[in-house]
């Protein structure tokens, strides 16, 4: 298909009865070629009705069009395949966070320089490589939307926020099944969604909220929700704008805020509750960084308000901790924090989530779940501890070696064959910034290098083979995780690829021909 055939679809009215009544194609742009072929880069807008009597609060009072329902309408910007069915049949819909999109920030992500969330630049071009279709549908009061007003009977106006749920339901429905107006029509198969952080609460609540299903349709076959920690979102709420009821949460400086550590915390418990909303109950597969436990009570979702034991995790349900990972994969230095990031490049880790996602929905089964091990430290000033509101609940953190590092979870090769420590927090614990960008603490080079204090090993002692026996252990470690599947082989020759090229280590330089060795 020609790109300028794409407009054939822009501002087609569809069928009255359709919860998106109008799909409305604003540009199209060449996305680049790929290993299936060319994408393309659509920017549209979706119009949707909804009935008054939906459990969203407000919509009984809000204004109601000629056939007695009401309105929305919501920015969608598609990064599909050219002509659509050339794709691997997928859907992704992207929950966009704080309105930046962050699919390829999780995906697309080289190891380098990872893609800011926000930003749809191709990066490794994962995502399009294996035929991805991707929809990124916004959600969130003051990031595009235009939701429905009402008097708020005080002279003002709230927004009935919740309609954001229904709107990433009603035009993933549409991309996946209409056949009038859409330009997916016929090319979608399966539908999945990612949520990172702010959107991983979102898909959370999405689900035990009862979105996931419409007229007897399953909404996602799977769910990835990455970094949402132990939170929900408190989007069935209105709101008076411009920003969302749904944007702040709690923190250091904020360890009392209600509505997002909330119960059910745990996914067993979770699960129970959406269980009794559906006919059937999707994938969810779940993944959360080593900050998500010290900066956002993670452990809850495992343990729940009371006590320390981990619940069972329900047989729908996967998760993975990421052992060293911060919460923002980043790189650079925020003048605002005490230290550098982390260095930890968890894409890899999500990348292969989401394969293992997709082959899960089609019938095989995932790898088991590999989950930190855990200890209370109820002192510790960098904990985020739990909220007095569960006077029985106690957030557990991952325990660490004597090089600081976390040896449980999903274990990366940066963290099996260290260089340096990764399992501290970043200050000031008041920026939210610096709280998630986790910390990179480098080991001395030689012994004699090392600094008076510093029990960690020096790289001389702790690889007394030098580069030779760093990148062997480095290549059993991708070797081991690739067997697992939570690696995949083309992240492995990266990673094999950067650890050759670490400064750290300096290559064996061969003796001159002819040489002697002194006696």
Avoid at 479 to 506: C, G, Q
Wanted: aromatic letters at 8%; one cysteine or more; hydrophobic letters at 40%.
């Amino acid at each position: 298909m020609k790109i300028t055939a794409w407009a054939l679809v822009a501002c087609m009215p569809l069928a009255a009865s359709a919860a998106i009544t109008e799909f409305s194609i604003i540009s199209t742009k060449s996305y680049g070629d790929f290993a299936t072929g060319k994408y393309v880069h659509i920017e549209a807008e979706a119009r949707g009705e909804l009935s008054p009597t939906e459990a969203i609060p407000g919509l009984d009072k809000a204004p109601r069009n000629s056939r007695g329902l009401v309105e929305y309408r919501t920015p969608v910007t598609l990064i599909v395949p050219d002509p659509p069915r050339s794709g691997n049949g997928n859907l992704l819909v992207d929950v966009p966070n704080r309105g930046r999109p962050i699919s390829h920030g999780l995906y697309n992500s080289p190891r380098g320089r990872p893609i800011a969330v926000g930003s749809f630049d191709q990066g490794t071009g994962f995502l399009q490589n294996r035929g991805w279709s991707i929809a990124a549908v916004h959600w969130e009061q003051g990031e595009g939307p235009v939701f429905p007003a009402f008097d708020d009977g005080k002279g003002g106006k709230l927004y009935a926020e919740g309609v954001g749920f229904a709107a990433v339901r009603d035009v993933t429905l549409f991309l996946r099944n209409a056949r009038t107006g859409n330009p997916l029509a016929g090319a979608i198969e399966r539908t999945f969604v990612v949520g990172y952080s702010q959107t991983g609460r979102f898909l959370k609540s999405f689900l035990l909220n009862g979105f996931n299903e419409y007229d007897g349709r399953m909404v996602f076959d799977g769910l990835h929700i990455t970094q949402a920690a132990a939170g929900q979102i408190p989007l069935l709420a209105a709101g008076p704008g411009p920003g969302s009821v749904a944007a702040e949460t709690p923190s250091h400086t904020a360890p009392e805020l209600r509505g997002v550590h909330e119960e059910p915390l745990t996914y067993g418990d979770a699960m129970k509750v959406a269980g009794a909303k559906y006919r059937q109950l999707p994938r969810v597969l779940v993944s959360h960084s080593y900050n998500d436990y010290l900066g956002g009570r993670a452990a809850l979702t495992r343990t729940g308000a009371r006590g320390t034991t981990d619940q069972p995790i329900p047989d729908n349900v996967r998760m993975f901790d990421i052992s060293g990972s911060p919460h923002i994969n980043g790189r650079g230095k925020n003048p605002e924090c005490g230290e550098g990031p982390g260095q930890v490049d968890w894409a890899p880790a999500v990348r292969a989530q989401l394969v293992a996602l997709d082959e899960w929905v089609r019938g095989k089964a995932p790898p088991a779940s590999r989950l930190f091990d855990l200890e209370a430290r109820l002192g510790d000033s960098e904990v985020f501890q739990a909220p007095r509101y569960f006077a029985g609940a106690v957030v557990m953190v991952p325990k660490r070696d004597r090089d600081g590092n976390a040896i449980s979870g999903v274990v990366l090769p940066d963290i099996a064959v260290p260089i340096a420590s990764h399992g501290y927090m970043n200050t000031p614990l008041t920026v939210q910034a610096c709280r998630q960008a986790g910390t990179y603490r480098p080991f001395a080079k030689t012994d004699a290098e090392r600094q008076a204090g510093d029990e960690r090993v020096a790289l001389d002692v702790r690889y007394p083979g030098g580069i030779n026996e760093y990148l062997t252990k480095i290549r059993l470690a991708t070797r081991a995780l690739v067997s697992d599947r939570l690696l995949l082989e083309e992240d492995a020759a990266v990673i094999v690829n950067a650890a050759a090229e670490n400064p750290a280590f300096a290559p064996t330089r061969p003796r001159a021909r002819g040489a002697t060795t002194a006696r």
